[in-house]
C-alpha cells in the first residue's frame, strides 16, 4: 500500500477511536436519571461502593487511571486472589504456547502425512470432521476428570482447540503443491525426507503458518473461557474475579489487556507469515 494510503488508513483509525471515546464519555457521564439507575444497580448488587459512583460503568477516564495503576506495578503478589494484571497475562501466555506448540509438534507432521497421502487423507477425513466442530470448552469435564489438574486441563484444551486449523491448512499446504516440482524431484530421485524439506515444505508453508495464525487466535481466546471455568490464575480468572469483586473498571481494564495482548500475538505471527510469503 502506497505512503500515503497507510497514513489516510491510520488517521482514519484515530479518529474512529476518538469518536468511540466521546461517545463512551457523553453515554457515561453523570445526570438526572442516572442517579436513580445507580441507585437500582447498588441495590442489585448489594454493593455500597457501587451506590458511590457517578455512573454505574466507568468513564474512559476512569479505565485509562485503572490500567495505569496496572501498567505501573504490574508484578505485584498481595494474595492468592490479589496478584498483579502481568502475572495474571504470563499464566495464560504461558499455557497458551505450551498447548499451542504441543498442538504444531502433532498437527504439523501428521499434516504432511495427510497431504502426501490420498489414502491417509480419506482415512482421517472422517475423524477430523467429526471432532473439528466440538467446542474445546467441552473437553474441559473430561480433561478435569481424567488429568485432575485444572492448569494442565487448560494447556489440553488449548492443544485440542489449537489442532484442527494447523492440520487441516499442513494438510491443504501439502496437497497443493505443484505436481511439476514433485515431479522434478522424482526424476532427480531426490530422498523423501529431503523432498518434504526442500520442496513440499517451502510450497507449503504459507499456508501452514495460516494455519497456525488462525491457531494462536483461537487458543487466545478459548484460554480466557477456560480461565474463567477452572479459576485459580490467569486473565481469564482475574476477570471473573473482578466481577466478583463487583469492580467493573477492573474488568474493562482486563477486556482491554485481553484485546490488546491477542493482537500482539496476531501482530508476531502474522509478521512471520509475511516474511515467509515474501521470501517465496
Known sequence: MPRSGRLASALLSILMFALFLAIWQVATRPGGGEQAADTEYAKMLGSAAASGQ???MPSPKDVGLKMWEHVKDPFYVRGTNDQGIGIQIAYSIGRVMLGFGLAALVAIPLGFLIGMSPLLYRAFDPFIQVLKPISPLAWMPLALYTIKDSATSSIFVIFICSLWPMLINTAFGVAAVRRDWLNVAKTLEVTPLRKAFAVILPAAAPTILTGMRISIGIAWL???AAEMLVGGTGIGYF???EWNNLSIV???????AIGLVGMLLDFLVGQLQKAVTYVE
Open 54 to 56: 457517578k455512573s454505574a
Open 250 to 256: 477492573n474488568i474493562l481494564s482486563g477486556i482491554l
Open 239 to 241: 476477570v471473573w474475579n
Open 222 to 224: 478459548v484460554i480466557v
